[in-house]
């Protein structure tokens, strides 16, 4: 952990970014100058060559945090007649239910539990029973548990069955190797503060050049029209259409840099791994049991229950935990008591092994028992 920063953010995200990353916001830029705009540009091939080996495929930008990328492209790509169906097992799976609502698109949620995993079988019966959906949306890790939704299955049965497939690869592209033709997938979409380890700021859709060609006029928005955004950049050579986060785009080259200087995508999710094998071995041995079976677990970020031990309490485990320079996420499961840790970002496995003995330290101080009760 760098002496400077006030504490580690394992909250995927905004999540704890390098030193340089964070040094490179330190100029200003003009959003319509050409060597910025020349920036944008190496920032979208090199997305393209993050997701794909193939050729004709394309990138766009679009301000805002990941929300705002996911709400312009539900409202962007699917036609005025058209109809998606949904996967939600989680806060961001159901998100995508209510901006398809909000934009009156007609929207079928496959509802399931939050600590259940994608189900095949529902989808593939209900592409089947309903022509008229033409999309397909669904989350990869469900940050909400820390999930690995079935993203390459879904997307052989969306493929099957000839219909577009829309993916929140929000909280793992970049650390979790996949790719556009393997997950039969039209859409992908993400953000500069997750894996990447940018800063917050903008989001970016990665897509087939024709896909994005043929969604001309269907926009529910302006300043979210997919299409407008992307052909003003390929055509205008980076410009975008509005003032652009200069800094944060600065950043993100920065963090591609990075990205690639680690070794790539493999690199980091083996750090990332590593981070959460030694993150879950420390708690387990600490008596802290996990939310999620460990094949489904992803290793990005991680629920643990809360201690049965009346004594424990979030609020004060999180200011103890502060104290000790690691802050934490609250949980987001509905109907369990829970906890997460991030692991993504600039932090590597000391700091795990680090962030486990203080957790000891301060179940200690505040005298919440583990083991006896679950038995480890
Ligand atoms: C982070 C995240 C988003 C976007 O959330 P914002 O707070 O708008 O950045 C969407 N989906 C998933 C799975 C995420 O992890």
Redesign the pocket.
Known sequence: MDADIPYLLLTP?PLTTSRTVRQAMNQDLSTWDVDYNAIVESIRSQLVRLATTRTGYTSVLMPG????S?ESILGSVIPPDGKVLIVNNGA?GERMVHIAKRLKIAVTPIDQLETERADLARIDAALAADKAITHVAM?H???TTGMLNPVAEVGQIVARHGRKYIV?A??SFGGIPLTMEGLNAQFLVS?AN?CVQGV?GFGFVIMPQTEIEATRGWARSLSLDLFDQWREMNEKGGKWRYTSPTHVVNAFAQALQELAAEGGVAARHARYSENHRRLVAGMQGLGFRCLLPSQWQSPIITSFLFPDDKRFSFNEFYDRLKRRRFVIYPGKVTNAETFRIGNIGHVFPEDMDLLVREIEAVIGEMGVRLKAEVGV
């Open positions: 995200g945090s990941g929300t705002f996911v961001y989350v890790c469900e940050t929140d929000m909280s953000s997750k917050p």
